[in-house]
Nanobody, 120 residues
Framework: QVQLVESGGGLVQAGGSLRLSCAAS????????MGWFRQAPGKEREFVAA???????YYAESVKGRFTISRDNAKNTVYLQTTSLKAEDTAVYYC??????????????WGQGTQVTVSS
């Protein structure tokens, strides 16, 4: 049974930082691309960042230069370091695993989500 468990969300002031973590189990972690998506109230779930099996990273334009995704295959964990947070970054952040994770259609597994709230 595959589980993706996110942590690290919370309330932060604009300009602040958070580090999100996603611990994976029940899958061969190193074989999967890992990613982060987010969903704000009333909006569709959108791509934020991804890291491939080969450690190549991709970012949405809205977070490029502010967020950094990384993976630790020894710990079966993917991270999202967020900096210079803005009010528009407020959303539930979801961890994702799949052969590719650049869109929701490619995702095989989802985490339960962690809330990030940025106060302005």
């Amino acid at each position: 049974q595959v589980q993706l468990v996110e942590s690290g969300g919370g309330l932060v002031q604009a300009g602040g930082s958070l580090r999100l973590s996603c611990a994976a189990s029940g899958l061969t972690f190193r074989y999967y691309a890992m990613g982060w998506f987010r969903q704000a109230p009333g909006k569709e779930r959108e791509f934020v960042a991804a890291v491939t099996r080969s450690d190549i990273t991709y970012y949405a334009e809205s977070v490029k230069g502010r967020f950094t995704i990384s993976r630790d295959n020894a710990k079966n964990t993917v991270y999202l370091q967020t900096t210079s947070l803005k009010a528009e970054d407020t959303a539930v952040y979801y961890c994702a695993a799949g052969v590719g994770v650049s869109s929701t259609r490619e995702v095989d597994y989802w985490g339960q989500g962690t809330q990030v709230t940025v106060s302005s």
